[in-house]
Each structure stands twice: as structure tokens, then as C-alpha cells.
Nanobody, 128 residues
């Protein structure tokens, strides 16, 4: 089992940047594919970005390609953290951002149903 805690959300202006972090507990962090999803009021939870267990493969939602970058730290004695660097922010990026972990999968699934563990979410608000 893994416990996920997001941080780094807040208020940003359009065109600005934020970096989200997701700290994972447990000693098997490298066994999980990791992803970020977001959910705006009245909308479904959408895939933002994901990274494979090794960190070699990444996937991005179409609306964030070229603006967001996902990375993870799997190194021994590392912080067991996955990051989402967000640049060129737009008001439509406003949402609650959730970190998620998937076990026993290959690659990076897009669907939330593939993820077993979720963080509590962190609010990102982008003003115009």
C-alpha cells in the first residue's frame, strides 16, 4: 500500500508557473506507475500526465502537452516523489489536481480506473 500527499498548489497568473509535488510513503515507490489527474467543478476527472515505473515513459493529456512536465525520483534514499512542473498556465488549468499510483500495470494508463491509490488533491487556480 502507498500513501500519497500532494503539495505545491496555489494561485498563479496566466502565463506563470507552478510545481506540484506528490510524496509517496512506503519502500516500493518504484513499483508504481504514477500520474496526475485534475478535476474542475462540474467536470470529470481528467488525465493530465503520467510516468512509468522506471521513469522512461511519459504520457500527457492533449491540453497540457508542451507546457507541463512530469518527473519522478526513484533513486535509492530518494524522497519517493513525483513532480508536475506546470508552465504557461492558463485559466482553464484551474482545478483540483490529484496524484495517483497504479500497481501491476505496464506503461502509463490514461484511465482513472487503472489507479489504485489517490492523494487528497491540491487546488490550482490560474487568474487571467
Amino acid at each position: 500500500q502507498v500513501h500519497l500527499v500532494e503539495s505545491g498548489g496555489g494561485l498563479a497568473q496566466a502565463g506563470g508557473s507552478l510545481r506540484l509535488s506528490c510524496a509517496a510513503s512506503g519502500r516500493t515507490f518504484s513499483s508504481y506507475s504514477m500520474a496526475w489527474f485534475r478535476q474542475a467543478p462540474g467536470r470529470e476527472r481528467d488525465f493530465v500526465a503520467g510516468i512509468s515505473r522506471s521513469g522512461i515513459s511519459t504520457n500527457y493529456g492533449d491540453s497540457v502537452k508542451g507546457r507541463f512536465t512530469i518527473s519522478r525520483d526513484n533513486a535509492k534514499n530518494a524522497k519517493n516523489t513525483v513532480y508536475l512542473q506546470m508552465t504557461s498556465l492558463k485559466p482553464e488549468d484551474t482545478a483540483v489536481y490529484y496524484c495517483a499510483a497504479a500497481s501491476l500495470v505496464l506503461g502509463v494508463p490514461f484511465g482513472p480506473e487503472s489507479y489504485d491509490y489517490w492523494g487528497q488533491g491540491t487546488q490550482v487556480t490560474v487568474s487571467s
